[in-house]
C-alpha cells in the first residue's frame, strides 16, 4: 500500500530549500563540491549542483560514490550478485568543503562506508551530509546537516523516493 | 547492468564459466580499474582474509598481478613456491593442499605444470582455488584480461574477427581466450605451423590456418603467443630464426591488415620471434595495457571468491 | 573329501558340453559327471542349481607386486582377489623389483604361492635382464623354473633385432612371447589417446598409430621367424585389423583385450579423474567398437585384466603423475557377462572361451576342461546376480578401479582350485 509523502512539486521545492541552507552554510571563498551515494544520491547531488550554480554562480564538481567495498556487512551473496558500480571522484578532497548526498538515511551504516571510503580522497575542510529523507532508527551515531523531510515510520513501512531520471517522477512514498 | 550471479566456488577454466558470468567479471572489473587510479591504491574488502600464491611454475608476472591484486585489496598475501618433477617422491599434491587449508587459507592461487591440477585441489579444499595456469589446459585470468583489453577498444564481440597465433598445441591461453571469445560471439582463427596445431583442432571450435597472411587479413586482434622452442623436444620447429621467418608478426606482415588492428600477448616478448621489437613498440600494441588491466582483473576475480 | 555339485548347467568350450549335470569331485579330481549322482556319506553338496559351471577361468595378465612393493599387492591378496573375481589360475607379469628375470625369483613366487596362494601362479618371465631392452635373459633357464612364457610387459620390446631373437630363441623352448606394442618414441611421456578429449584437456596424448605401429613390426617378426606371439591388452582398431590379417596368413599370433578396453572411452577422463589412466589409453569410441567387433569374430582370444594395484596415496596427485593401470580381477568375469553376454555380443560359451581356451592356447596354462580324471578347477557363474563395484569390499589390497559403483549383472559365486573351494557366494 503506497502512501505519497511528498508530491512531485513538494520534492522539488524541497531541494531548492537544501541547496540554499548549504550556501547559507558555506564559505563562498573556498572550493566546494559535492559527492552522491550510489545510485540516487548521485542524481540528487547533480540537482543541487545545478541549484547552487543558479543561485551564487559556483561551478561545483560532482563525485558518485559507490560504498560496496566498506560496507560492514559485505557476504559472499552480496558480492556475487550485486554489481560494484563504478566510484567517480575526479577531484582531490583536500581542502574542499565536502557535500556528501544520499536518498535515504536510517541506520547509518552506509554513511559511515561513505565516510571510510572519502578519507581515502583527500582531507576535505570539512564534510556535511544532505538527504532527502531522514527516518531515524539510527544504529550508528551519524547526524544529517540538511534533511528535506523528517519522518517517524515503525518498521513495517519502507521508503520509496523516485526519481525523474530513473523512474519518470519525483517523488516520496512510504510502503507496507 | 548485468547482476547475474556468479555462482562458482573456484575459477577453473573459462570453459566452464557462461557468458553471463564473464560479462558479469569484466563489468566488475571497471571498478577496480578505478582503485588502481587512486592515489590510495587500497579498498579493505579482503582484510583479514589469506591468499597463498602456490606457483609450482616459475612466474615473475602473474604471480606479481596476483599479489598485488591481492595487496590492494587488504588481503594477506603469502608467496610460495614449490618445485614439482615428474621423478620426485615426496609431499603430494593433496598433502601440499591440505597444510596449506590447515593454515586457514581463504583462496589459493594456483599454477601448475599439469593440467587438471587446480581441478583436482578444487575438488579437495573447501578454500576458493583460482588456476593460474594449468599445463596445456587453461589460463582463465588471462583470458579475461585479454576479453576486457579487446573490450575497451572495440565495445562488442559480436562478429569480431580475432587470430592467435603460435604455439597452440601447448597454449592454456590459446584454449581459454579461444572458449571466451566464442561463447562471447567472436569469430576464431588459429594460426601456426602443423606441428604446432593440435589433433583434432576443430574440436576448439575456431579456424584452423597455417598461413599467417590468411590469418592477419580481416582480423580485428592479433594474439600473439610466446614460442618456447624447447617444448616438444625442440621438434616441433626446427629453429628460432625459421619460426621468425615464416610466422613471426612484423611491420611487413602487417602491410594488408586493419587500420584498428590490435596487437596482443600474454607476455614475456621473445622480441624477435614471435614479435618484432617495432610491433611489440608500434602503435597497435596494447601489451601494456594487457598487464595494468590484469591487476583489475584479477581484483575483481579474488573479491568475489574470496567468500 | 569329496564335493558333489548338483544340477549346474556345464558349460564347457574345450569338450563342446552345455549341459545340465552333477559333477563329483574327489580329492582334487572329477571323477564323475552324469545326471543325477547319488550322495556319498562324507559328500560336501553345493547345490548348482540355475547356476552355471565352467573350467576354471585364467587370467593372463596380471600384475602382483611381489618381490617388491607388497605394500600395494602380494601373492596371498593378489590370489585372494583371483579368487574373489572367479579365477583358478593368473599369469603374473615380471616388472616386480627385483625383475623376474631369473629363475630365482621365478621360484621364490612359485614357492611363496604353495605358501599363502589361494589359486594357482604362472609367472611369466622377463624377456630382456631388467627389462631394459637390451640383453635377452636366460630364458631357457627361467623355463625350466617355471616361467610360464616371457614378456617385458610394463615395457614394449624397443629393438626390433632383441624381438626377434627373443621368438626365434622362444620356438626352440616352445613359449610364447608376450608384447605390450607401442611406439615408445611416440607415445613417451604421453598420459592419454590422442584425439578430441586430450586437445580440450590440454594432457599430452599419444596417437593409435603408436600401437599399430609396433603390433606391424611384431607380426611381421612373428611371420618371419614362425615364432609364437601374443599381443597384450590391444586397444586401436588399426591392431585388431592387422591382427585379423596376419591369422588368416596363419601366423602364429593370439591377443587379448581388458573389460576397460572394452566397457570405456577417453571420455571418462574430461574431469582429470585418475581412475581412468591406464596403458596403453582408453581410446575413443570408434576403437572401442572395433575390439567388441574382434571379440565377436573370434580376432581377440583372451579376455584379460590387466590387473595393476596402486597404493592409495600414489594416485593423490595430479594426472601427469599418477601410476598407470587399474585393478580388475574382481570386475573382469562381471563386465563380460555384463557387456558381452547379455548384450548379445558374446554367447555364454564363447565368453568362457575367452577365459578358458584362449589364455590356454596363447601361453599354454594347462586347461583340460570338465571331463572326469581332469584336476577340479572350476568357475560357477549366476547370470542373474547383481553385482555392485564396492573397492572397499576387494580382496586386493588396492582400490584403483575405474567402476566404482557400477551395478553389473551376473558375477561369480564360487572358485574351485583343485577341488577345494576358495570362494563361494552362493545364496
Known amino acids: ?68 567495498f566498506y560496507r560492514d556487512d559485505l557476504s559472499s551473496e552480496i558480492k556475487r550478485s550485486k554489481l560494484v558500480t563504478k566510484t567517480s571522484i575526479p577531484f582531490s578532497c583536500k581542502g574542499k568543503q565536502l557535500i556528501l548526498v544520499d536518498d535515504v538515511l536510517q541506520t547509518g551504516r552506509t554513511i559511515r562506508a561513505a565516510l571510510s571510503s572519502l578519507v581515502n580522497f583527500g582531507r576535505p575542510k570539512f564534510l556535511r551530509l544532505a538527504v532527502m529523507v531522514d527516518r531515524g532508527k539510527r544504529e550508528f551515531p551519524i547526524k544529517a546537516d540538511f534533511v528535506g523531510k523528517n519522518l517517524s515510520l515503525d518498521n513495517k513501512q519502507s521508503i520509496k523516493v523516485l526519481l525523474k531520471e530513473i523512474d519518470g517522477v519525483d517523488g516520496v512514498f512510504s510502503v507496507c | 547492468m548485468i547482476t547475474k550471479n556468479f555462482a562458482k566456488k573456484d575459477l577453473l577454466s573459462i570453459s566452464d564459466l557462461s557468458s553471463e558470468e564473464i560479462i558479469f567479471l569484466l563489468n566488475q572489473t571497471d571498478s577496480f580499474r578505478e582503485v588502481n587510479e587512486r592515489d590510495i591504491k587500497k579498498v579493505p574488502t579482503l582484510r583479514g582474509k589469506t591468499v597463498v600464491n602456490l606457483f609450482f611454475e616459475a612466474s615473475t608476472r602473474t604471480r606479481a598481478s596476483f599479489e598485488i591484486a ?104 590459446a584454449r581459454s581466450d579461444i572458449a571466451g571469445l566464442l561463447k562471447l560471439g567472436a569469430n576464431v582463427t588459429v594460426c601456426g605451423p602443423s606441428t604446432m596445431i593440435p589433433a583434432k583442432a576443430e574440436c576448439l571450435g575456431a579456424r584452423v590456418t597455417t598461413n599467417l597472411d590468411d590469418a592477419i587479413r580481416d582480423a580485428d586482434v592479433l594474439i600473439t603467443l610466446r614460442i618456447q622452442l624447447e617444448r616438444g623436444g625442440g621438434l616441433a620447429f626446427p629453429s628460432a630464426r625459421e619460426y621468425a621467418n615464416t610466422f613471426g608478426i612484423n611491420e611487413d606482415r602487417l602491410a594488408n591488415a586493419n587500420s584498428d588492428l590490435l596487437i596482443m600477448h600474454p607476455g614475456p616478448i621473445n622480441r624477435g620471434i614471435e614479435m618484432s621489437p617495432n610491433v611489440a613498440d608500434g602503435p597497435f600494441s596494447v601489451i601494456l595495457e594487457q598487464v595494468e588491466y590484469g591487476v583489475a582483473c584479477r581484483m575483481s576475480i579474488l573479491y568475489l571468491l574470496s567468500g | ?59 593372463m595378465h596380471v600384475h602382483f607386486r611381489e618381490p617388491g612393493q607388497e605394500y600395494k599387492e602380494d601373492i596371498q591378496s593378489g590370489t585372494s582377489s583371483a579368487v574373489a573375481g572367479g579365477f583358478t589360475a593368473v ?163 593370439t591377443c587379448e583385450v581388458t573389460p576397460h578396453h572394452f566397457s570405456l572411452t577417453d571420455e571418462k577422463i574430461r574431469g582429470f579423474n585418475s581412475s581412468f589412466k591406464m596403458a596403453p589409453p582408453l581410446r575413443d569410441e570408434k576403437h572401442r567398437i572395433a575390439l567388441i567387433e574382434g571379440l565377436k569374430d573370434g580376432t581377440i582370444d583372451v579376455i584379460a585384466s590387466d590387473h595393476a594395484p596402486h597404493d592409495q596415496a600414489d594416485l593423490e596427485v595430479e594426472f601427469d603423475r599418477v601410476p598407470f593401470g587399474v585393478v580388475g580381477l574382481e570386475t573382469a568375469v562381471s563386465l563380460a557377462l555384463d557387456r558381452l553376454v547379455h548384450e548379445g555380443v558374446l554367447t555364454l560359451s564363447e565368453m568362457v572361451s575367452k577365459f578358458t581356451l584362449g589364455p590356454s592356447n596363447a601361453i599354454g596354462i594347462p586347461c583340460h576342461g570338465i571331463e572326469e580324471g581332469s584336476v577340479a578347477d572350476l568357475t560357477i557363474l549366476d547370470l542373474e546376480k547383481k553385482y555392485t563395484v564396492i573397492p572397499d569390499n576387494f580382496k586386493s589390497r588396492a582400490k584403483n578401479t575405474p567402476f566404482e559403483g557400477w551395478e553389473l549383472k551376473g558375477c561369480p559365486v564360487a572358485t574351485i582350485v583343485d577341488g577345494k573351494i576358495e570362494m563361494q557366494n552362493i545364496k
Open chain 3, 91 to 253: 599369469a603374473c607379469m615380471a616388472n616386480t623389483e627385483p625383475v623376474n628375470d631369473s629363475s630365482s625369483i621365478t621360484e621364490k613366487i612359485l614357492n611363496k604361492t604353495r605358501e599363502v596362494g589361494s589359486c594357482k601362479v604362472y609367472p611369466i618371465g622377463a624377456v630382456s635382464v631388467g627389462l631394459k631392452g637390451e640383453k635377452i635373459s636366460e630364458l631357457s633357464d627361467q623355463h625350466f623354473a617355471g616361467a610360464i612364457a616371457f614378456s617385458d610387459d610394463g615395457y614394449p620390446i624397443k629393438d626390433s633385432f632383441l624381438m626377434r631373437s627373443a621368438l626365434e630363441y622362444s620356438k626352440m623352448l616352445g613359449v610364447t612371447i608376450l608384447d605390450h606394442a607401442e611406439d615408445v618414441s611416440l607415445s613417451e611421456g604421453k598420459v592419454m589417446h590422442e584425439g578430441t578429449v586430450s586437445t580440450t584437456l590440454g594432457l599430452s596424448a599419444n596417437p593409435d598409430a603408436s600401437e599399430d605401429i609396433c603390433v606391424y613390426r611384431d607380426l611381421r617378426l612373428a611371420e618371419l621367424t614362425g615364432g609364437k606371439l601374443h599381443i597384450l591388452h590391444v586397444s586401436s582398431k588399426g591392431a585388431v585389423d592387422l591382427i585379423r590379417n596376419a591369422k588368416k596368413k596363419d601366423v602364429k599370433v
Open chain 3, 1 to 59: 573329501m569329496s564335493l558333489l555339485i548338483k544340477n549346474g548347467r556345464i558349460v564347457d568350450p574345450i569338450k563342446g558340453t552345455d549341459e545340465i549335470l552333477d559333477l563329483l569331485v574327489e580329492y582334487g579330481k572329477i571323477t564323475e559327471i552324469s545326471k543325477n549322482i547319488r550322495k556319498k556319506s562324507n559328500s560336501e553338496i553345493l547345490d548348482a542349481s540355475n547356476l552355471v559351471v565352467c573350467p576354471g577361468f585364467i587370467d
Open chain 1, 1 to 68: 500500500m503506497k502512501t505519497e509523502i511528498l508530491s512531485q512539486k513538494k520534492f522539488k521545492s524541497a531541494i531548492k530549500r537544501i541547496s540554499h541552507e548549504i550556501t547559507e552554510n558555506i564559505d563562498l571563498e573556498f572550493p566546494l563540491a559535492i559527492v552522491g551515494v550510489r545510485t540516487r544520491g548521485i542524481f540528487l547531488a547533480q540537482r543541487i549542483a545545478s541549484n547552487i550554480k543558479h543561485i551564487c554562480d559556483i561551478d561545483l564538481l560532482v563525485g558518485e560514490l559507490d560504498v560496496t
Open chain 2, 70 to 173: 591481492g595487496k590492494r585489496l587488504s588481503a594477506d598475501v603469502i608467496n610460495l613456491s614449490s618445485t614439482s618433477s615428474s621423478s620426485r617422491k615426496g609431499e603430494t599434491l593433496r598433502d601440499t593442499a591440505r597444510n596449506i587449508e590447515a593454515m586457514a587459507t581463504d583462496v589459493l592461487v594456483v599454477r601448475h605444470p599439469s593440467s587438471g591440477a587446480p581441478e583436482y585441489l578444487g575438488r579437495e579444499l573447501s578454500c576458493a582455488v583460482i588456476n593460474a595456469g594449468d599445463g596445456c589446459h587453461e589460463h582463465p585470468t588471462q583470458a579475461l584480461l585479454d576479453l576486457y583489453t579487446i573490450r575497451e577498444h572495440k565495445k562488442e564481440f559480436k562478429d569480431l574477427n580475432v587470430s592467435i597465433v603460435g604455439d597452440i598445441a601447448h597454449s592454456r591461453v
